[in-house]
């Protein structure tokens, strides 16, 4: 690597909105705010749900159903 040309690298916190912190290192130089993390993610939670609003899935499954014949 050449010297002098690439940024400083600092260890920073990260903070997510539920509360969970944890270090990190990157070229920032303050704290990183983020909305969602692993923590409070419903994918890594096992707290998903799937949502059919008003039948948008069997109104697909209808419309393009005729044109597959």
Known sequence: MKPAIHPKYNEISVV????NTFKTRST???DLHI???SECHPFFTGK???VD???RVDRFNKRY?????
């Open 16 to 19: 997510c909105a539920c509360g």
């Open 28 to 30: 920032m130089k303050d």
């Open 35 to 37: 909305e969602i993390c």
């Open 48 to 50: 998903q749900k799937l």
């Open 53 to 55: 609003t008003a039948g």
């Open 65 to 69: 159903a005729r044109g597959a014949r």
